[in-house]
């Protein structure tokens, strides 16, 4: 069992929490409609651009900068990430995130970063597709990073955003479009990609001219017994990395691959978790007969095109 569950009771209340982190970090947010710096007014509460345009916080804690299209509807279901919930509290994740971190870590060096203030000077980081926000939360908690960092999660889906606000971490929240990130030119030194479409022309506006993003990609045998069920094989061994050299130069490469054992009750949460199942019907015993699940994902760190 994982220790990372959420913490329903945040020391101080969510959207007290999100405020704080818009105003110490003034003009890192643009206007959707416009462009221009968006600047959290704490006499009105709102996010507010020179030309009046102006975006109220949710009392849930995050900024939504997508108006009311912000829900991905397709295969992104509030049930999907439910599901994802429970299965990174089975701890089958962890791993790959221990994986991401140290990934992460290499390339921003957060020793070396000045100590952490109030003024300028923190790294900034970014999950873009947090979705219920598990790796933008598991890179928060690694204390070198929550040290140098300050943390943002993006995601096209209000339920997802809404979802990964019970994370107790020091994490600005967005709905926002991936392909048109809310952002300034150049505000972030890491962005990471996981699991997620990818917006390469828009990661590499937001980046730093040294700015890393590190993309995760299923490997090969990523969820082969689920997809065994499904009667599909697994993606050819390359497709992961000549996809991320198309796009991006290339740093580093990793494979993280291994198998968790399926406790009986933790099977039901396994078929809504990937949009791979997404209108297929699953036979109950066949999902019984499943002991175990494989985790095999390709983390490629780089800079974009
Ligand atoms: C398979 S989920 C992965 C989420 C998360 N990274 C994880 O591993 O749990 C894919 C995510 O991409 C998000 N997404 C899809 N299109 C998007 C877009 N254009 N902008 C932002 N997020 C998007 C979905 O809402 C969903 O949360």
């Known amino acids: 069992m994982t220790e990372r569950n959420p913490n329903p009771q945040p020391k101080i209340g969510k959207a007290e929490r999100l405020k704080a982190l818009l105003a110490r970090d003034p003009g890192v947010l643009s206007c959707p409609v416009c462009g221009g710096a968006l600047l959290f007014a704490r006499e009105t509460s709102a996010l507010r651009c ?15 900068l997508q108006g009311r299209g912000g829900d991905a509807k397709s295969v992104y279901s509030r049930a999907l990430f439910e599901s994802r919930r429970a299965v990174f509290g089975f ?7 221990r994986a991401i971190t140290g990934i992460a870590k290499k390339h921003l060096r957060p020793s070396e970063a000045p100590i952490r203030s109030e003024s300028a000077g923190a790294h900034r980081v970014l999950d873009a597709g947090c979705g219920e926000g598990y790796y933008a939360f ?13 943390f943002y999660g993006l995601d096209l889906s209000r339920d997802a955003v809404a979802m990964a606000t019970d994370y107790d971490a020091d994490i600005a929240w967005i709905v926002a479009d991936l392909a048109k990130p809310p952002f300034r030119d150049g505000a972030f030194d890491l962005i990471l990609n996981a699991l997620s479409p990818a917006g390469y022309g828009a990661f590499r506006r937001i980046l730093a001219p040294n700015g890393v993003l590190i993309k995760v990609l299923p490997g090969r045998d990523y969820l082969r017994e689920l997809r065994a069920l499904l009667g599909e094989r697994g993606r050819g061994e390359s497709e992961a990395a000549a996809h991320c050299a198309k796009h991006m130069r290339i740093a580093e490469r990793a494979n993280i691959r291994y198998r968790c054992a399926l406790q009986a009750e933790q099977k039901k949460a396994l078929p809504a978790m990937t949009p791979l199942t997404a209108g297929k019907n699953l036979d109950p015993s066949a999902l019984d007969s499943l002991h175990c699940l494989t985790i095999d994902l390709e983390i490629v760190a780089g800079r974009p095109f």
């Not at 020179?50 to 939504?64: E, F, I, Q, T, V």
């Not at 701890?91 to 995130?97: H, K, L, R």
């Not at 598991?138 to 300050?150: E, G, K, T, V």
Request: net charge positive.
């Open 50 to 64: 020179a030309r009046g345009h102006s975006y109220d916080l949710a009392k849930k804690g995050y900024a939504n």
């Open 91 to 97: 701890g089958f994740y962890e791993e790959a995130a």
């Open 138 to 150: 598991m890179l928060s908690r690694d204390a070198q990073l929550r040290d140098a960092c300050r």
